[in-house]
Every structure is written in C-alpha cells, then in structure tokens.
C-alpha cells in the first residue's frame, strides 16, 4: 500500500483547502445568521448558493464520484484527502456538492438506475440543482436490523407500486431543494430473508407524502438540512421507478452504504483536526495558576493522545479506501466495519478534550465545539451502530 497523494491529488488538496480558506470559514457565521434571520429554519440560506456557484467555476466539482464522466474520476484512497479536508466545516460538503445523503444517492443511481432515471434525477443532482433524501430507517422496529424494515411496497398490475410506510431520520426531508426520495421496502415479504426488500425512486411532490415532522440531534436541527419523520400512505409510483429489480435491495444497499461509511469516516477526520487545532490555539493563549495552560502535563497528554488517534485513525480510513479500490468493497467489510467504528471514537475524544481545555466556553455556541460533538455522537449510530459492525467484524475473525 503507498499512501503519498499523486500531483493531481496534491494540486486539488491545495486547491480545495485555499477555497475553504477564502471562502468557506468566512461564510460560517453569515450562514447561520442568514438561517437564523429567515421566515423559516427550512430555507436555503443565499450564501450557499453563491458558494456553490464559486466552487463550481473553480472546478471543484463532484469530486467524490470516480465512476461518472461528470465527477472528478478520483479512487476512493485519492478522495480521502480532499473529503477529510471538507470535513474541517459543517457547511464545505455541500459547497463541493460532496455531502451526504446526496453522494450515496448519486452513487446509488450512476451504478443501478436506467438511463431514464439518470436523466430524470441523477442529471441535476450532479448538477446541484436538486437535493434528495433516503429513507430507510423506521421509527417502529429495530433498523440496525434492516430485515425488520416493514414499509410496503406494493405491486398493482403492471404499471404501478403503492408505498405505505412510516419512516424517520430521513436526512434531507425538510429541505426545500428535496426533490427525489429512494426508499427501501418489502416488494415480497415472504422471499427468502434477504431477498424481500427493494429500493424505489419516489418523487418528493407524490400525493400521499408527509413530513411529519422534524428530528433534533441534541437540540440541534441541521436547518435547512434537517431529518424528518416521513409518512407515506398509499403513494403511488410507476413501475418503472424501482431500482435494478425487485429483491435487489440488500445489494443495492451494500454498494451504497461502503462509499457512504468511509466518506463519513474521512469528513471526521477533517474535523479532528480542527478541533486539536482549536484546543492547541486555547492552551497556548489562557492562563490558570500563573503558567499557560499548555504547560500543564495533563493537557500535553491531551494534545499527544489527540495525535496518535488520529493518525491511527486516518491510516486505518486510507487501508480501507486502498482496499475498495483494489479488491471491492465486499472484500473490504471488515476494514469499513472498523473504521466506522474507530473514527466516531477517536473524533468524540478529541472534542471533549478540546471542549475540557475550553472550559465553559466549551460547552457554549460560541466555539462549535459543543455543535461538534453532537453530529459526532450521531455517527456512533448513523449508517449501522457500533455494535452491528463490531458483530461483522467479529464473524470475519471467526470465519478465519
């Protein structure tokens, strides 16, 4: 495995980073403000759009999907770099059109849609035009199982499906920009266990859609983004919308969530990173018992331990990304089971390590670390807890 970035890679990663410099951490602030200052927390702040428009004539476009002649055309170990860099701001991804869930779902339809359903969805989302969501989690059963998922997805004839289900945390929902949902369901529900579920595209304005409500993440909404408790009662979709075919969706679903696991992986990070960034500037600059904070043994200890877990946890991220690129990501399931499970770890540790050397400040708004730490919790949890993957990786070993 050889690790050092290519000139392209480099030139981009000094690109992507100068653009956050000049433009993106600069626009933090009036993001939330212009959000904040808005009618409605669901809509769009006019900062991001004029950010998005820099970043496109600036070529910095798409750059996660290497399989579309309108990406970058970057491997996942040449991605890793730029993605983790995005990841040092809340607001970068989607400057780049890099951001979740619109990444897994463009990526979903480059490898299993039709050319119909390209042109019809995958065509302005690579442009930024639209947004999309996925809804699969359901607030009524255990979804780390996603055998339980128990939406319906009915055929009647030969033009139609009909969805019922209920679902929630699906992220994107509340954005007015959402325009195409790909959901995940039961088209049979007495195939064999793994074959009963499908994926189907359903259009954000079907009648029989309702966004029940918005969901928090410890108080906090990721407006305009948001995740919604979703309602679908007798929704109905032509034939033509399911994805590859009835039963696919477990296979769908394992090309999709790989890319989707490691980009949050590299996005956690950037934002690691950061955050040591920011303890290291606080230690320096405060005083307490007549010496600067960075002389206290413990809070070297913090800054040293901060260090080795992040780069254990970026080398384990490139291994991974190496090994999706050379021998697939089913070959590679236990590597993203384990970084899914190291870097969320590694990135709570470092935030409260700079939200202690913060003091009170830490646990205020005015630092982001407090905000942070939140939509780091959440990844313990997002795209298979824990538990699920350790329960993969574990089988891998026995297998051995």
Avoid at 64 to 75: N, R
Avoid at 127 to 141: H, K
Wanted: aromatic fraction near 6%.
């Amino acid at each position: 495995m050889h690790f050092e970035p290519s000139d392209k890679v480099k030139d981009l990663s000094a690109r992507v980073r100068g653009f956050i410099d000049k433009h993106v951490y600069p626009a933090e602030a009036a993001f939330e403000q212009q959000i904040d200052g808005a009618p409605t927390r669901w809509q769009v702040p006019p900062i991001m759009e004029e950010l998005k428009d820099k970043a496109r004539a600036a070529g910095l476009w798409n750059l996660f999907l290497p399989e579309s002649d309108q990406g970058a055309g970057l491997t996942n170990l040449e991605y890793a770099p730029l993605c983790e860099i995005m990841g040092r701001s809340p607001i970068a991804p989607e400057v780049f059109n890099c951001s979740a869930p619109d990444t897994g779902n463009m990526e979903t339809l480059v490898r299993y849609a039709t050319p119909a359903q390209q042109e019809q969805w995958l065509k302005p989302l690579l442009a930024g035009e639209i947004r999309s969501a996925f809804a699969m989690t359901e607030p009524a059963v255990a979804s780390s199982d996603a055998t339980n998922i128990e939406a319906s997805i009915r055929r009647e004839g030969n033009s139609s499906y009909v969805i019922n289900a209920r679902k929630w945390w699906t992220s994107g929902a509340m954005d007015p920009r959402c325009k195409i949902f790909i959901l995940m369901g039961k088209t049979d529900p007495d195939a064999p266990r793994h074959q009963q579920q499908s994926m189907i595209l359903v259009p954000r304005d079907t009648p029989g859609i309702t966004v029940m409500r918005p969901l928090t993440i410890f108080g906090y909404d990721d407006a305009p983004h948001g995740h919604a408790e979703v309602d679908f009662k007798d929704v109905r979709v032509p034939i033509e919308n399911i994805l590859l075919g009835e039963g696919r969706g477990f296979e769908i679903a394992q090309g999709r969530l790989g890319p989707g696991r490691i980009h949050h992986c590299m996005r956690m990070i950037g934002l690691a990173e950061r955050c040591l960034e920011a303890m290291v500037a606080r230690v320096k600059e405060r005083v307490a018992f007549g010496r600067p904070l960075s002389d206290q043994g413990v809070i070297r200890e913090w800054i040293a331990d901060s260090r080795m877990e992040i780069e254990q946890s970026r080398l384990l991220t490139l291994k991974a990304a190496y090994m999706m690129d050379t021998v697939g990501n089913k070959a590679a399931q236990a590597e993203i089971a384990m970084i899914k499970v190291v870097a969320p770890k590694m990135l709570l540790a470092v935030i409260d390590r700079a939200i202690q050397a913060h003091g009170a400040a830490g646990v205020s708004q005015d630092f982001g670390l407090a905000y942070a730490w939140a939509r780091s919790r959440v990844m313990r949890i997002v795209d298979g807890p824990d538990e699920v993957h350790k329960r993969a990786i574990a089988r891998v070993e026995l297998r051995k």
